[in-house]
């Protein structure tokens, strides 16, 4: 690791010496022959959604994408100070994020889990269904989250929503960014970004993103580290072809980590009320992750407008920690009931995955349609181990007075783990007919493979499904120049990475999903609104039925209905007024009629706004707003021993706000400054009821940044 002097210094140089090299480069004259690659060379200042490939894989705006689909803007990134896959994702409508613990996360929208990330638009599923670690956003340019049914874009079909995260590439034109951040609990943060052209032909192009960020925490013992190296080079091969090649690198170093969290009831069904600091976390626990990812992109343009891609994915992801868990159901009157689970884990996994694609127009009946192509192949291998303990199930004192002061893990017992392969294939094609100059109809679907074997942790993990076909359908009619109207329809198949009590995985998820509404553009097609409602039926679906040591056991239920509609407005309605909103109703049914997913809550807003005052357009000042209504979780109780069963009761969070501001300050086209106040209200509450233990969100804190760019 670098030290905090050596991130500074070079800060410093980078900021003297960055100004004189790119204005010698801007003097280079670029050959008079086309550059096919990126050419982005000033950062937008707009919270609007942008056309994107990620719904459909064909390239089409958000009124012509017949599914919700929002836009987090590299400006709201920046505005905010989002720098975290974690913040970014709260700030989206629909979409909740899971904190289980500080260093696990799950993700959902509309009630259900969020199974895959895409960078540039090619499916990574998550191995285990979360991601490990604090991943950044300092490598992307916008990140895109369509919700709804997925399965013609990501090899299986979820309801909730697809995450896409877009990489920042190379410019054409020289550029550079430099921020330095300071906040509370000792947070120090750098951030550079450089990119142009490496020849004066333009032909060869890079760009380079470093990050680094250092804090400790208002949780006792907890701190982290991140870096983040992000490289990427681009060469015209000639006129129409570019061949790209990227690493991404972040490492996510936590100290005192929590594996579970802090228990949520007593013995007696109350709820309890620790203080915002507490941590079930001992003084020497750590959990470190890596992830290294590479990709080749080879692009070609035809003469008749068709575009071909294919992309060749490697990642490898590990895993290293020793961890100390807390079980069992506190007395209120003793603070007996809670005890020890200390293990060290290592994990290590490695996926490849290849992508290939065509799209472009064709003509049939006198009319221009769209078609994309395509087929994806993906081979995920998982090792893990997990190392016991004898001093497991010591008594613990009430967390009012734990310290973290307890002896390492002797890892004398015998050690348990996994090792996996899991494998898809998937063939797809989508067309977009041109009905007439108003109606459009997209039709799609996509024939999926899948395959597992191995074992986890003592138990065969063998699963095939073999041909599944998940079909796509939707229709958008332009009712004028600014409206249109739309509705969806595609299959649900998604295979599980949950467990029953048992280890075994869960059958697929299969159902359906139905979406329809109204898109428009307003206000000089500067904003964009959306109405949309939408209905899911699942069957199979994982629901948590108790803890398996420190691990969640899942139990599949049928007949599972999900209602809802969603408000969206983004964009600028006034000039020097960007505005991010959304406001989303989900009611989730079982058979029975009766409420389900009940961790998830019915009603949340979204909002994020910034504003240049008028004569003082050099000032900007925003606010973001998140709200929630209340959620509960069915906990189960036991004894004083922390093994005998006493039934269960319900532990809750009541509705709550959290309301964030900023404020930045150009001082000159180069330089500027900004601060960020976090939850202003100090507003205490639960991180998540996912699981039955949670923690609490982080409460009032500030940052300030100073800004060089280029």
Excluded at 90 to 100: I, L, R, S, T, Y
Excluded at 665 to 682: C, E, G, M, Q, R
Aim: aromatic share 10%; hydrophobic share 35%; net charge negative.
């Amino acid at each position: 690791m670098f030290s905090r002097k050596t991130h500074l210094a070079v800060a410093v140089a980078a900021a003297c010496s960055f100004n004189q090299a790119l204005a010698e480069q801007e003097q280079i004259e670029l050959d008079a022959q086309t550059v096919v690659g990126s050419s982005t060379v000033a950062e937008v200042d707009s919270y609007k959604s942008t056309p994107s490939s990620a719904a459909t894989k064909l390239d089409l705006t958000p009124r012509q994408t017949p599914q919700s689909i929002s836009t987090l803007s590299g400006a709201q990134l920046r505005d905010f100070k989002l720098t975290s896959v974690n913040d970014a994702l709260k700030a989206v409508p629909g979409v909740q994020v899971q904190e289980v613990e500080t260093d696990r996360t799950y993700y959902t929208a509309r009630g259900f889990d969020i199974t895959n990330f895409q960078y540039d638009g090619i499916s990574v599923p998550f191995v285990y269904g979360n991601v490990e670690g604090d991943l950044d956003t300092a490598m992307y340019e916008r990140v895109e989250v369509i919700r709804g049914a997925n399965g013609l874009i990501s090899g299986t079909g979820n309801p909730s929503a697809t995450v896409n995260f877009v990489r920042k590439r190379p410019t054409v034109v020289p550029q550079a960014r430099v921020d330095l951040t300071a906040g509370s609990w000792d947070k120090r943060r750098i951030d550079t970004d450089v990119s142009g052209a490496l020849n004066g032909a333009g032909t060869v192009r890079g760009r380079v993103v470093y990050a680094n960020e250092n804090k400790n925490s208002y949780l006792d013992r907890y701190s982290r580290e991140k870096n983040v190296f992000h490289g990427v080079l681009e060469f015209d091969l000639d006129d129409r072809t570019v061949f790209t090649l990227g690493h991404t690198l972040q490492t996510s170093d936590a100290n005192s980590p929590m594996w579970g969290a802090l228990p949520l009831v007593y013995q007696d069904g109350g709820k309890t009320n620790y203080s915002r600091s507490t941590s079930t976390s001992t003084d020497w626990a750590y959990w470190d992750n890596k992830e290294n990812r590479t990709f080749a992109e080879l692009a070609h343009t035809f003469d008749n407008g068709w575009q071909a891609k294919t992309v060749l994915t490697r990642v490898e992801k590990t895993s290293d920690g020793s961890m100390f868990y807390v079980y069992g159901t506190p007395n209120r009157e003793t603070g007996a009931g809670l005890y020890s689970y200390p293990s060290e884990y290592s994990e290590e996994n490695k996926q490849l995955i290849v992508d290939v694609q065509a799209s472009g127009p064709f003509n049939l009946a006198g009319r221009q349609h769209e078609a994309a192509l395509g087929g994806s192949w993906s081979r995920s291998e998982l090792n893990d181990i997990s190392y016991y303990d004898s001093t497991r199930g010591t008594a613990l004192p009430p967390l009012e007075q734990w310290n973290g002061n307890i002896g390492k893990p002797l890892n004398d017992l015998p050690t348990n783990g996994s090792d996996f392969t899991d494998r898809m294939k998937s063939l797809y094609g989508a067309a977009r007919w041109s009905l007439t100059d108003d109606l459009s109809l997209i039709t799609g679907a996509r024939v999926v493979d899948v395959k597992s074997d191995g074992t986890n942790y003592g138990l065969a993990k063998s699963s095939k499904n073999s041909g599944k076909v998940v079909p796509y359908a939707g229709i958008v009619y332009d009712i004028t120049d600014q409206y249109s109207v739309y509705a969806s329809y595609t299959e649900i198949f998604d295979p599980q990475t949950k467990t029953n009590a048992g280890g075994s995985r869960l059958a697929p998820v299969e159902g359906v999903n139905y979406e329809a509404g109204i898109k428009g553009e307003l206000f000089d097609d500067k904003v964009n609104v959306a109405l949309s409602v939408f209905r899911t039926e699942q069957d199979n679906f994982a629901e948590q039925a108790g803890m398996r040591g420190s691990v969640a056991y899942y139990r599949a239920i049928e007949g599972l209905t999900s209602e809802g509609y969603e408000l969206e407005f983004s964009g600028e309605p006034l000039d020097g007024l960007q505005l991010s909103a959304g406001y989303t109703f989900v009611d989730i049914t079982n058979a029975d009629g009766g409420h389900a997913v009940t961790y998830s809550p019915k009603h949340m807003i979204k909002t994020a706004a910034t504003y240049r005052i008028p004569g003082m357009e050099k000032l900007k000042v925003g606010a973001a707003v998140r709200w929630q209504d209340d959620i509960k979780i069915a906990v189960p109780l036991t004894a004083d021993d922390g093994r005998t069963s006493i039934g269960s009761a319900d532990a809750k969070q009541k509705a709550y706000a959290v309301v964030d501001l900023m404020a930045s300050y150009d001082i000159d086209p180069n330089w500027s400054v900004s601060a960020n106040l976090n939850n202003l209200t100090n507003e205490k509450y639960l991180s998540s009821l996912y699981w039955s233990q949670a923690y609490y969100g982080a409460p009032r804190n500030a940052s300030m940044s100073v800004s060089w760019k280029y």
